[in-house]
């Protein structure tokens, strides 16, 4: 009961931070989809316009390869990268490429970019599409999360980059192989927990799709969920009717499960293409919205009155490969499997408009990707040309503003190069990285 009213006490503290957000000069963006996981930047003083030769670059700092966004807290940016010895990086869908190298958590001053601590481990990958890491780190308070492309989960000081503690998941829990995209689940900080994706099977002989830690030490406090792949979707908690519900989407369904002891409250079949569940839920009031390529596309009404679900539509017109999506006054805005970013009705998965101009550039392409971060009644489009558009979106219409190229994409792509990397928005600027460089933009508006 304890853990119910400190989840809920917790619930009530980050809904007051959104809140206090929008009053607030800076935010941090401690963690994947920033402070609340919901693509929104609350800070006002934003330009609404780009100066002639787009937004400035305040600084560029060396980095080495990977798909992991920035995280922003207190001062300071954190994220991994991989540092390739041997082997050929080139993807292809079906292959494991066998590379040795080290993975790296990087700690930079924000204002500066300046490198203030590095924390490297030897790590030899044995996956699809190899760059380098792809979880976003996740920083609460003076600690800080990485989970690693094959695994690798460590908790490391802000302060000097020490090691607290460390488990490696395979290991750990008898992952016979893991998925062919590595490990790509962004953890999830909630209270005193660390919520993973894992797979394989707890020492009881249980299967551990979803595991609970302590954050403080690594210490296991539940393991939960069978699954015949573990996916790539990350820990997503969502409260209604007065219950927490921690949402874990693997490749054959939507599961809801209590926080506290991961009992399984709920099951809904959901099935994308090649078990890639990958993009989170969003919860919009009383509905929750997974979609995915192929047919899986899973639209839910929750129970106001127990943790229980009821299928509204499933199988409709809106499949994102990667891209997180958004859902804001009653329509969803997200980019679909062939890169065009749309705008659909929620209720009926109807399609309003379509383009690709922010994300793929002049044609649709598949794996399209863009990321898109809502800042007021602006919208913040990270394009995987390295192009990054602001633009006004409503449920009819669509408005470019301006667009500027930041970055060079870099991510090897069959037919070419592209940027799969999700900046961060944090103190009135953006941080994005490929596989040379993080850059610092600029995004305030003009001092008068």
């Known amino acids: 009961m304890w853990f119910k009213i400190w989840l809920s006490v917790c619930w009530l ?49 060396p980095v080495a ?32 490429n066998e590379l040795t190298g080290s993975e790296r ?27 380098g890491p792809r979880c976003t780190p996740t920083i609460d308070g003076d600690l800080v999360y990485c989970l690693g492309a094959m695994g690798q989960l460590s908790c490391l000081s802000m302060e000097n980059g020490e090691v607290v503690w460390e488990r490696d998941l395979p290991k750990d829990y008898r992952v016979e192989e893991i998925p062919i995209w590595g490990y790509a689940a962004h953890p999830l900080v909630y209270g005193d927990y660390l919520f993973c994706i894992v797979g394989g099977l707890g020492n009881d002989g249980k299967p551990s799709t979803a595991v609970c830690f302590d954050k403080r030490t690594g210490e296991e406090i539940w393991h939960s ?25 693997h490749p054959e369904k939507l599961n809801s499960l209590d926080p506290e002891t991961g009992e399984i409250y709920w099951s809904i079949p ?9 993009v989170a839920p969003v919860k919009y009031q ?21 943790p229980a679900a009821t299928t509204i539509w499933s199988e409709k017109g809106f499949h994102p490969v990667h891209s997180p999506f958004l859902i804001v006054d009653g329509h969803i805005l997200g980019v679909d499997r062939d890169g065009t970013l749309r705008s659909l009705d929620l209720e009926t998965a109807e399609r309003m408009w379509g383009t690709t101009e922010p994300t793929t550039g002049t044609r649709a392409r598949n794996s399209g990707t863009g990321f898109i971060v809502k800042n007021g ?66 995004l305030r508006e003009p001092q008068r």
């Open 13 to 61: 503290a980050v809904n007051l931070t959104s809140s206090i957000g929008l009053l607030s000069a800076n935010d941090d963006w401690p963690q994947w989809l920033g402070p609340n996981r919901d693509s929104s930047w609350n800070e006002t003083g934003i330009i609404r316009d780009f100066p002639e030769g787009g937004p400035p670059v305040l600084w560029r700092a």
């Open 65 to 96: 390869g990977g798909y992991s966004g920035p995280a922003v807290a207190n001062g300071k940016v954190v994220l991994l990268d991989y540092v390739l010895e041997t082997g050929d990086p080139s993807p292809n869908p079906g292959l494991r």
């Open 105 to 131: 958590v990087l700690c930079i001053d924000a204002e500066s970019g300046q490198e203030l601590w590095k924390h490297e481990y030897k790590c030899d990958y044995r996956i699809s599409y190899p760059a």
């Open 225 to 249: 969920v069978a699954a015949k792949e573990p996916g790539y979707c990350p820990p997503t908690m969502i409260e209604h009717g007065g219950h927490e519900q921690l949402l874990i989407w």
């Open 270 to 278: 959901c099935v994308p293409q090649y078990g890639m569940s990958i």
């Open 286 to 306: 009383d509905r929750v919205l997974i979609a995915g390529i192929g047919s899986a596309s899973l639209l839910v009404q929750l129970d106001d009155e127990k």
């Open 377 to 442: 009644d602006y919208y913040f489009i990270a394009g995987q040309t390295g192009e990054l558009t602001l633009a006004k979106m409503t449920p009819s219409e669509y408005t470019k503003i301006a667009s500027a190229k930041l970055l060079e994409p870099t991510n090897p792509e069959m037919g070419g190069k592209v940027l799969w990397s999700h900046p961060a928005f944090a103190g009135g600027k953006m941080y994005w990285r490929n596989d040379q460089e993080l850059i610092c933009v600029d």
